[in-house]
């Protein structure tokens, strides 16, 4: 009895303290030394489910809501507990759900809606798992459902339609898959054939256009064995080596247009249809799942060859030299491929440094030269700042030619537009010749119609946007005394530390860094700032300051990353406080007993903090009192005085009949 | 258990001790049974529940949606969690879409005592109906004057098919079943009719317990009431003491007045005997005596026919010894109890419990001393009857929650799904 009386100081502080906090979560440690607490004593479980009824009869939501989540907990563990707690199921019901009308939940509102919530899941989750168990369970889930028909979330229904709906849907794409599959295994064959012709014709055309290299080939050898005395000079030798690998690429002309053509449309057939399709195949068969496994394998190995093959042959047309199609950009159907294939297409041209490109990249000049000419303010402005950023393609092959890197040096970025599209011709257009019949009932059409250069340069005028170019304001980083360095960005001074100097990582000057003494350091650093204070002229200030007006949207953002931190560290050091308050009552419930001055002291520690948290809990429960309530409880009391006055004298005789009817 | 039961085999208990230590032991603990549910297809408030007199077998049930329903509470319709539940649905019901079914909420249902082929019905409709158990028709109909708040019929009778009926009107009608008609037609009560039972003891005596708070005592075949129980006639303890009886027996055969004797319910010797016999409509003092402050809501008679416990709005619960008409003073713990409507009380087997619906709760009462030895809780809702099966050792009672619990003892049943239901500590 003793050790009971013992065991039962240790589990109702610990109990009592988990459900006096204002979180929506029971402090895990709290729950966790309940539950050893609870595990091992029969007692302390018993006088646990006691002290939780109690406080579940608590006139607070916040209260309850916790207590119900330690009973939760408690629950789906312990049977004794189960079983004890079974017995008063209506009455935590009651407190928890609200159902009755003459006791509905008390005060916060919003924890209120979140206990009762929580109270049908949990009790439809111990419907779930115990309620084969107890009679109780089963009825009061059944009264809550079918007789006050409130919603449950259902849970398990839910999931169990959700893996139903998952397995249907895998369902849906196997057959789709196998069905992938019977036509693969049909097609293979006819598919085979069709991608070995292709690839023998290109190696047919490949074939061709080597044999002429190897000519020309052949006969630059015979031209370098008979300069080689002439040229000794290592640059020169150099120059002429590039120049003659120039020169053994094999370039398209009249003579074998043909062949070339038959090459793209081979190689364009190749890359855009076969490739892909055996691409899919592949992925196909390592998803599909089929019981002849040796068939799929053979099929497999089958198709990756084939892929093999392709790649290699499309390596050898890309090393071949001939011009190759920009394949994506050929009118395929589909946007994202375009997207996909951006990336192939650069590849293809870096690696063949062919006419074509060539062409493209002067026609870039030249379209670049022209928007100088139309609009040579928007060229100047962005030419040295976007210069960089030319595509590294664009940059090595200009490499190759002087004239062309010196022009694409000045050649400005234009932004994509409507305005590139008839950039170069300056001449006019027809108006009514669209490919379309105009003939209507609006009256003869006039197809001789022109719009003058003149008109279209007009509307094709492209407007473009001066951008500021952005500048980091560097922090004052001058050291703190709390440590750290000073965060502040400002242009000149810091209101703190003075004018802004280059400093060191640990926030020494720069500067001054051979002097001994800090102070010394920073004073002659500030004057030295103030002298070069003087000496900026008015004119950078100025500047500076429209600088400065146009940087206050970065400021801002900036300022606000700020107070964010601030925040996070200002939450930080209230959790450090708060795990500190935990850890030493968790060490005061660990000490067996409250025994002594130190139990004594614990027990004033515990009470001066629940006093403390028990303002918030009331706090919440505070209503918020205008000038109307205040009037109306006035006149309240008022017509209750009145009324209990009368209630008090008519109900004496009654009362006394309901008092001693037994007495006589 | 065991050793018990090879004491009776040696002979060394009586049977009769042995039989009332067995029920006393199982009737003593009941808790809600997890093995056997009653599946309840009412959609109102359970008003009366009654288990055939004949075989302990079928449970009558008759709710407010108009609804009565006959169930087989020792064979189960069907099992579920693995045959630990045994579910028992209705065998039939009746309700509003049968085309003879009452209209209004039914308010008793009870069997006919003699066999299940009858059973019947009473109803806020003012109709009390006899229905065929096996074809579900009515066989006899019986319009009375107001809601029928009680019926009942006596489990001994032998001589008469009387159904007493307690109505919202002050008179209580005794139908005839065997005629069709109302055989008698009982005034005293000033007010509505709220309990009516027969004597166990004597097939002619009917307690009718009213709204006016008294609770009168017909002999049927005699005009007028014989007594009205008032509860300022006390007496401590179970009986009059021994010695006065013999005493005032032998005034009696003094007085020659022994006659009187041979009516199955002999009378209290007193001060207004004699009047009372001269005048069977009793003196007005009397007759104006109370039983309960406020309506008589729940009234039954022991299975020995000694004793009568009556419930009232004043949340009170009496216990009168019928043969005098005293109040014994049984102090029964305060319970509340509930007012506007009659509830079904019961008694165990061997009357050392009374099981009385308290609100939500149904408490056991020790009958004797007016201690609670149990509080069963399970009702959502306000419970309106019980009925303890004697045989079984059940009970069963049923509520406004629209459900038939059951209550039995837990110990037969420690089985399968103990394994089941442990402890999970994951940490």
């Known amino acids: 009895m003793d050790e009971a009386e013992d065991g039962g100081g240790k589990i109702k502080p610990l109990i009592e303290k988990a459900t006096d906090s204002t979180a929506a979560y029971v402090e895990p440690r709290l729950l966790k030394a309940i539950k050893c607490t609870v595990r091992y004593s029969d007692v302390e479980l018993r006088l646990a489910a006691q002290t939780l009824m109690d406080l579940m009869k608590r006139d607070h939501s916040q209260v309850r809501y916790l207590s119900l989540l330690i009973v939760d907990e408690l629950f789906m563990r312990s049977k004794l507990f189960r ?37 049908i899941e949990f009790l439809e989750k111990w419907n779930s798992s115990y309620g084969v168990h107890y009679r109780q369970i089963r009825l009061g889930f059944d009264y809550l459902k079918n007789t006050l028909r409130l919603q449950f979330p259902n849970i398990q229904g839910n999931a169990a339609r959700i893996q139903q709906e998952r397995r249907e849907k895998e369902m849906r794409s196997k057959e789709i898959l196998q069905n992938k599959f019977r036509t693969l295994e049909e097609n293979l064959p006819s598919m085979k054939q069709e991608i070995q012709a292709t690839i023998d014709e290109i190696n047919q055309c490949l074939e061709i256009v080597t044999c002429k290299e190897e000519n020309s080939l052949l006969s630059h050898i015979d031209d370098d064995d008979d300069n080689d005395e002439k040229f000794r000079s290592l640059e020169l030798q150099q120059i002429r080596l590039n120049s003659l690998k120039e020169a053994d690429k094999v370039h398209e002309d009249a003579e074998n247009r043909v062949v070339f053509d038959t090459l793209r449309e081979l190689y364009k057939l190749l890359v855009t249809k076969h490739l892909i399709s055996v691409q899919g195949w592949i992925s196909v068969l390592i998803r599909v799942e089929i019981t002849n496994a040796r068939l799929r394998d053979s099929m497999l190995k089958e198709l990756i060859d084939f892929r093999n093959q392709i790649q290699l042959v499309k390596k ?13 950009k050929n009118g395929k159907e589909e946007e994202e491929e375009d997207f996909w294939e951006e990336g192939k297409v650069e590849t293809i041209q870096r690696t063949g440094s062919s006419n074509e490109p060539k062409k493209l990249n002067e026609s870039l000049a030249e379209s670049s030269t022209c928007g100088e000419v139309k609009n040579p303010s928007t060229g100047c402005s962005n030419r040295k700042s976007e210069k960089h950023e030319l595509p590294g393609n664009l940059l090595r092959q200009a490499d190759s030619d002087p004239v062309r890197s010196k022009l694409l040096e000045k050649a400005p970025v234009m932004s994509w537009g409507s305005s590139l599209d008839n950039w170069g011709p300056n001449k006019d257009v027809l108006a009514n010749q669209r490919g379309m019949e105009f003939e209507n009932h609006w009256g003869r059409v006039d197809y001789d119609a022109v719009i003058p250069a003149g008109r279209i340069a007009e509307l094709n005028l492209s407007a473009s946007l001066y951008k500021e170019e952005q500048v ?45 003494e800090g102070s010394r350091v920073s004073e002659t650093a500030y004057m030295e700032s103030n002298e070069r204070l003087g000496v900026d002229s008015v004119e950078q200030l100025a500047k500076q300051a429209v600088k400065n007006v146009r940087d206050r949207g970065h400021d801002d953002a900036r300022k606000r990353k700020m107070e964010k931190q601030l925040v996070k560290r200002a939450k930080l050091a209230k959790v450090r406080e708060h795990n500190e308050a935990v850890l030493k009552d968790a060490a005061l419930a660990s000490t067996s007993g409250y025994g002594g001055v130190d139990g004594a002291d614990g027990e004033l520690v515990a009470r001066s903090s629940s006093n403390s948290k028990k303002e918030t809990l009331a706090s919440m429960l505070r209503p918020k009192i205008t000038r109307k309530d205040r009037l109306s409880q006035r006149l309240l009391n008022t017509k209750a005085k009145d009324a209990t006055v009368r209630q008090l004298t008519q109900g004496e005789d009654a009362k006394y009949r309901e008092a001693f009817p037994n007495q006589w | 258990m065991w050793r018990e039961i090879a004491n009776r085999e040696a002979g060394k208990t009586r049977p009769n001790s042995f039989k009332s230590r067995v029920t006393s032991g199982l009737s003593s603990d009941l808790q809600l049974s997890n093995h056997k549910d009653i599946v309840s297809p009412h959609r109102g408030s359970v008003n009366s529940l009654q288990v055939d007199l004949t075989e302990g077998r079928y449970l009558l049930s008759g709710a407010a949606d108009a609804s009565t329903a006959v169930f087989d509470v020792q064979r189960a319709t069907e099992y579920e969690g693995g045959g630990a539940i045994a579910k028992h649905r209705h065998v039939f019901a009746i309700d509003k879409q049968h085309r003879a079914a009452h209209k209004f909420a039914v308010s008793t249902a009870i069997w006919y005592p003699i066999d299940t082929g009858l059973f019947i019905t009473g109803s806020y409709d003012h109709y009390i109906k006899v229905w065929d158990t096996n074809s579900t028709q009515v066989v006899m109909n019986f319009k009375m004057p107001g809601k029928v708040y009680r019926a009942a019929m006596s489990p001994l009778a032998t001589s008469h098919m009387l159904i007493a009926a307690g109505t919202e009107d002050v008179q209580v009608r005794l139908c005839d079943i065997a005629s069709g008609a109302f055989s008698h037609t009982l005034s005293g009560h000033r007010d509505g009719v709220m309990t009516v039972e027969w004597s166990t003891s004597s097939e002619w005596v009917l307690v009718t317990g009213g709204c006016d708070g008294a609770i009168r005592f ?87 026919g000694m004793y009568l416990l009556s419930a009232g709005s004043d949340s009170r619960l009496r216990l009168w010894d019928i043969e005098s008409g005293c109040n014994t003073l049984v102090n029964f713990e305060t319970a509340r109890l509930q007012t506007s409507k009659p509830i079904q009380m019961a008694t165990s087997g061997d009357s050392r419990l009374a099981f009385v619906p308290c609100m939500t709760a149904v408490k056991a009462f020790d009958l004797w001393s ?28 049923g509520g406004n929650d629209r459900q038939i619990l059951v209550w039995s003892s837990s110990k037969p049943h420690e089985d399968v799904s103990v394994a089941e239901d442990g402890d999970n500590w994951s940490d």
Request: net charge positive; glycine share 10%; with cysteine.
């Open chain 1, 83 to 119: 079983s004890i707690l079974v017995e008063k199921l209506d009455q935590l019901l009651t407190l928890t759900v609200g159902f009755k009308r003459n006791l509905p939940l008390p005060a916060p509102p919003s924890v209120a809606t979140i206990l009762r919530s929580k109270a």
């Open chain 1, 316 to 328: 050898k047309c890309a090393e071949s030299g001939c011009s190759l199609p920009a394949i994506p």
């Open chain 1, 472 to 516: 980091e304001i560097q922090p004052c980083s001058a050291p703190l005394r709390k440590g750290g360095l000073c965060p502040r960005r400002d242009l000149r001074v810091c209101p703190f530390h003075g004018p802004v100097i280059p400093r060191d990582d640990e926030g020494n000057p720069i500067i001054g860094n051979t002097s001994d």
């Open chain 2, 218 to 304: 017909w002999d049927i075949r005699r005009a007028g009431c014989f007594r009205v129980l008032d509860q300022s006639r006390t007496q401590l303890g179970r009986r009059l003491p021994v010695l006065r009886r013999s005493m005032t027996n032998k005034k009696k055969t003094v007085t020659g007045n022994g006659a009187k004797q041979q009516l199955a319910l002999g009378r209290t010797p007193g001060k207004g005997s004699v009047k009372l016999r001269m005048h069977p409509g009793l003196l007005s003092t009397q007759d104006r005596a109370t039983a309960h402050y406020g309506a008589v809501t729940g009234s039954r008679v022991t299975e020995d």
């Open chain 2, 370 to 397: 007016g201690e609670t030895s149990m509080v069963l809780r399970g009702h959502y809702e306000n419970v309106n009857c019980c009925w303890f099966s004697s045989q079984d050792q059940e009970l069963y009672t």
